[in-house]
T-cell receptor, first 113, second 113 residues
Framework: KAGVTQTPRYLIKTRGQQVTLSCSPISGHRSVSWYQQTPGQGLQFLFEYFSETQRNKGNFPGRFSGRQFSNSRSEMNVSTLELGDSALYLCASSPRSSGETQYFGPGTRLLVL | AQSVTQLGSHVSVSEGALVLLRCNYS??????LFWYVQYPNQGLQLLLK??????LVKGINGFEAEFKKSETSFHLTKPSAHMRDAAEYFCAVSLNQGNQFYFGTGTSLTVIP
């Protein structure tokens, strides 16, 4: 099976812009989670989608949003970008329920200037 | 709130020496425990997972970890370090409440030739 894919791999934006990142999970996986990774804060959970419904949400402002489509592909959107949003954004997929192993994509590296 | 503590943000070992990376967790219920490895500019790769079937878990690349409930620890070990083991290692906890992972801050492993 193909692994988790994320597009784009690299992105440069300026403050105030918005950005959409895409994640395609492993075929058959219904859960998609998003994480932000920065040198200062480490890996932080953004949100998780399961069968098109947001099931869990981390402690991030409302500028961060996501959605999941019927084919389990997911997108996350960040509006009104700030310098501090520069990070590696990782997507992970799991087959179904809780406690499952999460399989990570290569990430999208976002630089906000 | 759940937390994961990785003691030692940087660990250096000589090639062929024992690798020991420490992880302690706080959880009021038995968690699922994971170790992931991250190579530069890549996503996270699963090393091993504790599923309560056995306290000593064997993973890929010769790594293993032992779950000790009394110490709330899940330390990662490898008898003999290789140069290719140089990477960032993350311990993670997941509860039986969806697929949200709580990650430690990571340990950067350097292998000295």
């Amino acid at each position: 099976k193909a692994g988790v894919t994320q597009t784009p791999r690299y992105l440069i934006k300026t403050r105030g812009q918005q950005v959409t990142l895409s994640c395609s999970p492993i075929s058959g996986h219904r859960s998609v989670s998003w994480y932000q990774q920065t040198p200062g804060q480490g890996l932080q959970f953004l949100f998780e989608y399961f069968s098109e419904t947001q099931r869990n949400k981390g402690n991030f402002p409302g500028r961060f949003s996501g959605r999941q489509f019927s084919n389990s592909r997911s997108e996350m959107n960040v509006s009104t970008l700030e310098l501090g949003d520069s990070a590696l954004y990782l997507c992970a997929s799991s087959p179904r329920s809780s406690g499952e192993t999460q399989y990570f994509g290569p990430g999208t590296r976002l630089l906000v200037l | 709130a759940q937390s994961v503590t990785q003691l030692g943000s940087h660990v250096s070992v000589s090639e062929g020496a024992l690798v020991l990376l420490r992880c302690n967790y706080s959880s009021s219920v038995p968690p699922y425990l994971f170790w992931y490895v991250q190579y530069p500019n890549q996503g996270l790769q699963l090393l091993l997972k504790y599923t309560s079937a056995a306290t000593l878990v064997k993973g890929i690349n010769g790594f293993e970890a032992e779950f000790k409930k009394s110490e709330t620890s899940f330390h990662l070990t490898k008898p003999s370090a290789h140069m290719r083991d140089a990477a960032e290692y993350f311990c993670a906890v997941s509860l039986n409440q969806g697929n949200q992972f709580y990650f430690g801050t990571g340990t950067s492993l350097t292998v000295i030739p």
